[in-house]
């Protein structure tokens, strides 16, 4: 009964994470992030505390080097606050931004003692499962979003209005199409990472990330690809197959008009044409400009930064330019090190998929700040447990197979095991 109420707690936590409404559409932006933050936080810190001693039994050099990777980040970030305490006019906003990788360190540590449990018995695939289906289930439902009476639901999740160019394109419950880009890049790797094919799956996930209509989601999707190839040498085949197949269903529907689809594409040639000099773009120059007045703040005090200051009412997307203009270079080092520990410490056989899920991370963070957006991170963190701490051998690898292949590879795997068992009762003996 207990393993019953813990596998529906792991299936609402995931889902809490990924479908919670923000009010977007409701409240500010500010607002509706705090009110997410808000249900997350109360929603599992009761569950956290009584549930604890299973982080405490699994403890890790794994989880040491985030939890000391965040808080040194958090003194970082007290620090430059203090050394710009005479420049800025601090706001309450301002020591919440202090306290951003307490936040994700709780995040971290929550999935870790919620999820760990189950991943023991059930295997990586089946968190996954529950992951996919929440992200899938919301993204069959978004069509939904093109018909106005649908608006009420949807604006708890997006902050523009409805007709607007940025509410057309998909963006899930993110209310930001390149944070939904993301998201969706990871499921459509993760998938191919699993069942070791490319099906259907593949296709529809490369057309919403294209429907997102967003530019480095779609830099995202092409680097997936590569990677695909690269590591998948059975699939290239049925690689270059989807990839046709998804060309001549964006074609079609481009010429038939289809709004969504025109848009997305409209926008992606503009970037190309305004790259190559030929065209102008409002969300390049924007960009742009926020990225130069970034550096310019970030030349006063390039080794601390110069602290969050929200009196200013300054805007950098750019992930890479707010962190340098906010905690300066030594901020930034701290973060990416930090990052990184997830690759290092991931076990072998999830290695591609932990390059994949950081490369478009990093990719993405030109436009959104995945490790830090809302509801990104939460998932990012979440990866982080899952991948980390995922040791079965059994459960993980055949979750995916028929019946019959999975008891072909049970049984080699108690010989495998009786084996070594044998072999060290030997070397003891001797």
């Given at each position: 009964m207990l393993y019953l109420k813990r596998n529906s707690f792991v299936a609402f936590f995931i889902y809490l994470i990924i479908l919670c409404p923000a009010f977007f559409g409701y409240f500010t932006l500010n607002k509706g992030q705090m009110i997410y933050l808000a249900v997350i936080f109360f929603c599992t810190l009761i569950f956290f505390l009584f549930d604890v001693s299973n982080l405490l039994r699994s403890f890790s050099r794994n989880h040491t080097y985030f939890i000391l990777g965040f808080l040194l980040l958090c003194c970082e970030y007290f620090a430059s606050s203090v050394l710009n305490i005479r420049r800025n006019s601090y706001s309450f906003g301002d020591f919440i931004e202090v306290l951003r990788?307490?936040?994700?360190?709780?995040?971290?540590?929550?999935?870790?003692?919620?999820?760990?449990?189950?991943?023991?018995?059930?295997?990586?695939?089946?968190?996954?499962?529950?992951?996919?289906?929440?992200?899938?289930?919301?993204?069959?439902?978004?069509?939904?979003?093109?018909?106005?009476?649908?608006?009420?639901?949807?604006?708890?999740?997006?902050?523009?209005?409805?007709?607007?160019?940025?509410?057309?394109?998909?963006?899930?419950?993110?209310?930001?199409?390149?944070?939904?880009?993301?998201?969706?890049?990871?499921?459509?790797?993760?998938?191919?990472?699993?069942?070791?094919?490319?099906?259907?799956?593949?296709?529809?996930?490369?057309?919403?990330?294209?429907?997102?209509?967003?530019?480095?989601?779609?830099?995202?999707?092409?680097?997936?690809?590569?990677?695909?190839?690269?590591?998948?040498?059975?699939?290239?085949?049925?690689?270059?197959?989807?990839?046709?197949?998804?060309?001549?269903?964006?074609?079609?529907?481009?010429?038939l008009e289809v709004e969504v689809v025109r848009t997305s594409i409209d926008y992606i040639i503009r970037l190309i044409m305004t790259v190559l000099g030929k065209a102008s773009d409002g969300s390049f120059s924007t960009r742009r400009n926020q990225n130069q007045l970034a550096m310019q703040y970030f030349d006063e005090n390039m080794f601390f930064g110069i602290a969050s200051n929200k009196a200013q009412n300054i805007t950098i997307e750019n992930f890479y330019f707010h962190h340098l203009r906010n905690w300066g270079l030594l901020g930034i080092s701290i973060y990416v090190i930090t990052l990184f520990g997830f690759l290092i410490f991931s076990r072998r056989k999830y290695r591609k998929i932990s390059l994949v899920i950081l490369i478009s991370a990093f990719v993405i963070s030109f436009s959104s700040p995945v490790f830090d957006q809302i509801r990104n991170f939460n998932i990012m963190y979440l990866l982080f447990a899952v991948l980390l701490e995922d040791k079965t051998d059994f459960f993980s690898q055949t979750d995916s197979e028929s019946p019959k292949k999975k008891n072909i590879i049970f049984l080699q795997y108690l010989f495998k095991m009786k084996t070594q068992n044998t072999e060290a009762l030997s070397c003891f003996q001797s």
């Open positions: 990788p307490v936040v994700y360190l709780f995040t971290y540590l929550t999935s870790l003692v919620i999820i760990i449990p189950t991943l023991r018995k059930k295997g990586i695939c089946f968190v996954f499962n529950i992951f996919e289906k929440a992200v899938f289930f919301f993204s069959l439902i978004e069509f939904l979003k093109f018909f106005k009476p649908s608006f009420p639901f949807f604006a708890l999740y997006s902050p523009f209005p409805f007709g607007s160019i940025n509410f057309v394109r998909m963006s899930g419950t993110t209310g930001f199409a390149y944070s939904w880009a993301w998201i969706i890049c990871v499921c459509l790797f993760w998938n191919i990472f699993l069942n070791r094919k490319i099906t259907l799956k593949f296709v529809y996930y490369s057309f919403l990330i294209l429907l997102t209509g967003s530019r480095t989601g779609f830099l995202t999707l092409l680097i997936t690809y590569f990677f695909v190839f690269l590591f998948f040498k059975k699939t290239r085949g049925i690689l270059v197959l989807a990839l046709i197949m998804l060309s001549s269903l964006l074609v079609v529907l481009y010429f």
